[in-house]
């Protein structure tokens, strides 16, 4: 069973300061890893995509990815309340379009 | 149009009922997704479509549950007998699918089922 974790949170975040939000996964064949923010209510919108090793940055976020200790994490800088939703980690196979989703990390920001 | 669009945005039926949900992808995309959330969970993969044909129907969690794409564009999922456990947002995404490991998937807004 291929599996994303996530921890479900929630994550309390003052404003200005950096949050961080880890996933693992279990398939070591996965190869791409997706960050998509869901505000209640609405559908997925994707951050950002990572399938190197190590840091892509783009604007305020910052995706980490570690294939060895099989670790992704997103990485918010200058929180701000608009980045108040939850993160949602995906794993995509090599090949296989499908993505497999964490449950999600619920991230509050607190003024 | 714009973006990924979803017909009914929300439907309520009675237990046993046939349903139809409705996707329309992002002009030009060949691939089409269908997912299902719960509520606190994340999206679940349900069915693939490259073109006109099912490429992966491996999260489809029985026979009650069928997808078409007959043109390539649109998509229907159908749900027959309808059950209580069904109930969960259905999510459609389109990806342009160049073949790449990045290929983005724009989502829709979800149809909400309810099933009473």
């Known amino acids: ?25 279990s398939d070591r064949g996965s190869q791409s890893f997706f960050w998509y923010r869901q505000y209640s209510g609405k559908s997925p919108e994707l ?11 783009d604007g305020r976020f910052t995706a980490q990815l570690n294939k060895a200790s099989q670790y992704v994490s997103l990485l918010i800088r200058d929180s701000q309340p608009s980045d108040s939703a939850t993160y949602l980690c995906a794993g995509k196979d090599f090949g296989n379009e499908k993505l497999t989703f964490g449950t999600g990390t619920r991230l509050t920001i607190i003024p | 149009g714009a973006g990924v669009s979803q017909t009914p945005s929300n439907k309520v039926t009675e237990k046993g009922k046939y349903v139809e949900l409705r996707c329309d992808p992002i002009s030009g995309h060949t691939a089409l997704y269908w997912y299902r959330q719960s509520l606190g969970q994340g999206p679940e993969f349900l069915i693939y479509f490259q073109g006109t044909g099912a490429a992966d129907d491996s ?8 997808a078409v794409r007959p043109e390539g564009s649109v998509s229907t999922l159908k749900i027959q007998r309808t059950e209580r456990g069904d109930s969960a947002v259905y999510l459609c995404a389109s990806s342009s699918d ?17 099933v009473l």
């Open chain 1, 1 to 25: 069973q291929k599996e994303v974790e996530q921890n479900s949170g929630p994550l309390s975040v003052p404003e200005g300061a950096i949050a961080s939000l880890n996933c693992t996964y």
């Open chain 1, 47 to 57: 951050i950002m995509f990572i399938y190197s090793n190590g840091d892509k940055e």
């Open chain 2, 59 to 66: 999260g489809l969690p029985n026979d009650r549950f069928f």
């Open chain 2, 98 to 114: 160049l073949g790449g490991d990045t290929d983005t998937q724009y989502f829709g807004p979800g149809t909400r089922l309810t």
